[in-house]
């Protein structure tokens, strides 16, 4: 018996040793899981408050642009990065963060914040933002106009429009039209009023009734003509404001003579720029015109007073000045009427004509009578035309004509005057292809009723426009908006 119970006393010792080995590898295991639980849970804290000082960054810098939009330095005269202390609500610090700012590119709008947030707990914890901002430009539609406008059959738009008055189209939009008015009254037919945006397509068939539609005209509803506008319409909306951009037609004047080309009046007609690809453009003075034939004609009823073939004589009908290398901040204004020709590769130009102190009398003009191309259509070519009065497709014109290019005419209409049947063969055009936009302060047009001028319109949206205009070119507001929020691994 005694031996019986010294081996069961044994037995006993071992069991104990094993189970209290295992109870303290359990108990190791979870103070092991615990206190890894409390690091992850530590990390997981610092890492959120890594990014929202990271967010905090891109917030302040915000804040920074809109009360200084042009200034990419955090207030100082050093290039960055730029280390903010983070405070939380108790005024304590408890992290940084470290901001990149990349200013924009000749003719962008975009600035580019890189915001980097530490934790001073935790150093080795870091998070990044970058983000985008920009400001809308002036060029967010493919077509803009201070007054009505009419697009008829043969139209094609593939692009926003607006107008901040009423429009009429007869042709095919492929994105939104909006106008600043609920309804007006149609100048070209007698009748009612109809709605803001209104079409005379016929809804059996693509014929077109140039008569008051009461189906487009309130109090009736607003009918579904997906058939002429695939997007759809709305208005009224708010107006575009067109009264800044004599400030911008300055301002384009002081920079072009500071660090761009400035051309002073030609004491002729004008002057012919032709644009070249390989970053410069020749000059030219232009001293005599197109005659028109005696019986060539504008409408008698249409007073226009600058009518006029508006072409550069072929023979004799300018003198060769100089090739210029392409201005470093991109900006040419002439003093005079031009007219504008050529291509350009990876070049951002704008191209301005004026007369100050602005006067109706004297305002100018650009004229585009042969094609404007790029080379690139990706946003890495941008061309702007600014004219003080109108943006003109001249007589003697391409029939087949490419622009590609963001045209505003401050004050004037882009378009080309009307030339009656006795201007043959100039009185009728084959085709108008337009990459990029147009703005128009008086009606725009390139056709009218009786098969005269451009017989097929095609508007093609350079969407690249909206946050990288041309240099200069008009913007909507002085206010930043985010394009873009990304974490960077």
Not at 49 to 72: K, T
Not at 102 to 129: A, W
Not at 155 to 170: A, C, K, L, Q, W
Request: with cysteine.
């Amino acid at each position: 018996m005694r031996k019986i119970i010294k081996i069961n006393e044994g037995m006993i010792m071992i069991n104990i040793l094993v189970f209290t080995t295992l109870a303290i590898a359990l108990v190791s295991f979870f103070i092991a899981w615990t206190t890894s639980s409390i690091r992850i849970a530590r990390t997981i804290l610092y890492k959120e408050q890594a990014l929202q000082i990271a967010e905090a960054g891109v917030d302040y810098y915000r804040w920074h642009l809109a009360h200084d939009p042009s200034d990419f330095k955090d207030g100082t005269q050093n290039n960055g990065p730029y280390t903010h202390t983070f405070l939380d609500k108790d005024g304590n610090n408890i992290g940084s963060f470290i901001l990149t700012i990349t200013p924009p590119i000749t003719g962008s709008t975009i600035v580019t914040i890189k915001s980097e947030g530490r934790v001073d707990l935790y150093p080795s914890i870091k998070r990044t933002i970058q983000t985008k901002l920009a400001i809308p430009s002036f060029a967010k539609y493919a077509v803009v106009a201070n007054d009505f406008m009419r697009f008829g059959a043969g139209t094609e738009v593939y692009g926003p429009i607006h107008s901040n008055n009423g429009i009429r189209f007869d042709g095919k939009a492929h994105n939104l039209i909006t106008s600043a008015v609920p309804s007006y009254d149609d100048p070209d037919h007698t009748g009612n009023v109809e709605f803001g945006v209104h079409t005379h397509v016929n809804t059996n068939n693509s014929s077109v009734n140039d008569a008051f539609r009461p189906a487009e005209a309130p109090p009736n509803g607003v009918p579904n003509r997906t058939d002429v506008f695939m997007i759809g319409r709305q208005f009224p909306v708010p107006a575009s404001d067109f009264t800044g951009i004599t400030n911008d037609l300055s301002s384009i004047k002081t920079n072009a003579v500071a660090s761009g080309k400035y051309l002073a009046p030609s004491g002729s007609l004008g002057y012919h720029i032709i644009l070249k690809v390989n970053d410069t453009y020749d000059v030219y003075k232009v001293t005599s015109l197109a005659s028109a034939s005696g019986s060539c004609s504008s409408s008698s009823s249409s007073g226009d007073s600058t009518w006029g073939t508006w072409s550069i004589k072929s023979s004799g009908g300018e003198t060769f000045i100089a090739n210029y290398p392409n201005p470093g901040n991109g900006l040419i204004f002439v003093e005079d009427n031009v007219w504008v020709e050529g291509k350009i590769n990876t070049a951002r130009i704008t191209i301005a004509a004026g007369v100050f102190p602005d006067a109706v009398s004297t305002r100018k003009n650009i004229i585009i009578n042969n094609d404007l191309l790029y080379t690139n259509y990706d946003g890495q070519d941008v061309l702007g035309l600014i004219s003080q009065n109108d943006i003109t497709v001249g007589m003697v014109s391409e029939t087949d004509l490419r622009i590609d290019a963001a045209l505003m005419a401050n004050n004037g209409r882009a378009g080309r005057h009307y030339y009656s049947s006795s201007c043959s063969p100039y009185h009728s055009r084959n085709l108008l292809t337009l990459y990029g936009m147009i703005g128009s302060s008086k009606r725009y047009g390139f056709a009218y009723t009786d098969n005269t001028g451009y017989t097929t319109r095609t508007i093609t949206y350079d969407a690249n426009l909206l946050y990288g205009p041309p240099p200069s070119f008009p913007l909507t507001s002085d206010k930043y908006t985010t394009i873009s929020w990304n974490e960077i691994k």
